[in-house]
């Protein structure tokens, strides 16, 4: 069964410096990757996806993240990170939605001034 | 950027009343899904509906749980007897159809069963 891990529960940046969101899943074939945004009292959305082609993708938000196959990895990057960014971060795996749509824990994003 | 709509954001409700948590997709999408988030846990998938009717379920889908389109443009999730782990976040979800469309998510109702 597919899974999702996202090492870091907590991460803490000021604001300008760069971010890696760490995210390593198990899948048994070719996977869609996410990785959503959840801001306070607000929906999930989604920041950018993988299905296929170019490993680096680029998102919304100035985000970016890169799929490394032979390291299980889809790990999310913004190179200056702002006030507003402060958030949960979810990385999720799926071939399709439903069941095997799957989120990882998340990882909850602060930034200071 | 269209939305799905989540009414209420909040509902609180005594153990063992029913609730019915509404949604309202985007105009033009045909699947929908709902999920949920208990605190500090992952976010789980309860169900999928298209076409009028259930395409899948998880196990935390059980009898206590059912879903409607009512009047093609809502989307409902009712529990029928609520129990205090029943206290999450609830997401409802949409897509136009495709294996790889953009899911849209609302904003989540709070449950919190008392």
């Known amino acids: 069964a597919q899974s999702v891990t996202q090492p870091d529960i907590h991460i803490t940046v000021s604001e300008g410096a760069s971010l890696e969101l760490r995210c390593n899943y198990s899948y048994g074939a070719t996977p869609y990757l996410f990785w959503y945004v959840q801001s306070p009292g607000q929906g999930l959305q989604l920041l950018l996806k993988y299905f296929s082609g170019d490993t680096l993708v680029q998102g919304i938000k100035g985000f970016e993240a890169e799929f490394k196959r032979s390291q299980s990895s889809f790990n999310l990057r913004k190179p200056s990170v702002h006030w507003s960014d402060a958030a949960e971060y979810f990385c999720?795996?799926?071939?399709?939605?439903?069941?095997?749509?799957?989120f990882g824990p998340g990882t909850r994003l602060s930034v200071l001034p | 950027e269209p939305e799905v709509t989540q009414t209420p954001s909040h509902q609180v409700t005594q153990m063992g009343q029913e609730v019915i948590l509404r949604c309202v997709p985007i105009?033009?999408?045909?699947?929908f899904y709902w999920y949920r988030q208990i605190l500090g846990q992952k976010v789980e998938f309860l169900v999928s509906f298209y076409n009028n009717e259930i395409s899948e379920k998880s196990e935390i889908f059980d009898d206590q749980f059912s879903v409607e389109r009512p009047d093609g443009s809502n989307f409902t999730l009712k529990i029928r007897s609520t129990k205090l782990e029943d206290s999450a976040m609830y997401f409802c979800?949409?897509?136009?159809?495709?294996?790889?469309?953009?899911?849209?998510f609302g904003s989540g109702t709070q449950l919190s069963v008392l």
């Open positions: 105009s033009n999408h045909l699947y």
């Open positions: 979800a949409s897509r136009v159809g495709g294996t790889n469309e953009k899911l849209f």
């Open positions: 999720a795996v799926g071939a399709y939605y439903g069941q095997n749509f799957v």
